[in-house]
């Protein structure tokens, strides 16, 4: 079975002295019954040596826009990973399989030590405005991620975590005329902003934290929203937000071999990862 690179990601999420989130999207393929099933699938090894752990596997969610978390475990801390990670286009799990086209990059456990000191990067309002139609203008808004992949690869900034606090996407950057309010409109912006090259990179190396604003939803929300906003938009921009930023975030707790990556619509948390090395 040929593992297939991740559509978007991947994304390093919560990382602690011994285990990783990952997070990644599957390919879509239409079929009459809905998006073809895929599961992910991953492996990592010690940057120092020594072969691949035996693979992880974990579901692909239709309903969080073909995306899933993998937790992997028992890794040694302040230690150099390498992993390969991708999917394929079956729900069974089978020790055939191919890596040779799979995403593949690094990240470096934390450490347990309290008093260790440790470096950020922090910012928001990443504005990454349209034409209309919806063609994207440019990449501009990727340029700051190069600068600081450079100064990481030139050993002028160890980073312990990139901290995005708000505004990942602009839903609303053609005010009253194209605003987005469905579903399908978010989990797009985010596939976008997500897919430039750069913060790709960046977000496959260093563990990511993020959190929402109000342009996540829209400008200034909810000092204009009507009843049909509350009804349509919100649960839209929040379900779109859990997606891509909370899921691999520390917010929903591991519980032994699995982690609560996605939330239901009441609020509480479904277990859709369940995959450790441990």
Request: with cysteine; charged share 25%; glycine share 10%.
């Amino acid at each position: 079975m040929k593992v297939l690179p991740l559509d978007v990601g991947p994304i390093v999420g919560e990382t602690t002295s011994n285990r990783v989130r990952l997070w990644g999207r599957a390919g879509y393929q239409p079929t009459p019954e809905g998006p073809r099933r895929a599961t992910g699938v991953v492996r990592v090894r010690s940057a120092s040596g020594g072969g691949f752990s035996d693979p992880l596997f974990f579901p692909m969610n239709p309903n969080f826009d073909l995306t899933g978390v993998v937790v992997v475990g028992s890794l040694e801390a302040r230690t150099e990973h390498q992993y390969e990670m991708g999917y394929y286009f079956s729900e069974a799990e089978t020790s055939d399989l191919d890596w040779t086209e799979a995403s593949r990059s690094s990240f470096r456990t934390g450490t347990d030590d309290s008093g260790a000191s440790r470096s950020f990067v922090m910012g928001s309002c990443r504005y990454l405005p349209r034409l209309f139609g919806g063609t994207w203008l440019d990449g501009r808004g990727d340029r700051l991620f190069g600068s600081i992949l450079r100064q990481i690869d030139e050993g002028q900034r160890p980073l312990d975590a990139l901290l995005m606090l708000g505004d990942q996407i602009y839903a609303d950057d053609l005010g009253f005329l194209f605003p987005d309010r469905l579903l399908d409109d978010y989990l797009e912006r985010y596939r976008q902003a997500f897919g430039q090259s750069n913060i790709r990179r960046l977000m496959s190396r260093v563990p990511t934290y993020m959190i929402l604003d109000d342009h996540e939803i829209e400008d200034g929300w909810p000092q204009r929203a009507t009843p049909k906003d509350y009804r349509v938009r919100y649960p839209a921009a929040i379900h779109a937000y859990q997606t891509y930023q909370a899921s691999h975030s520390p917010l929903f707790a591991v519980k032994g071999h699995g982690s609560r990556a996605f939330p239901k619509s009441s609020g509480t948390a479904s277990r859709t990862a369940a995959a450790t090395s441990s």
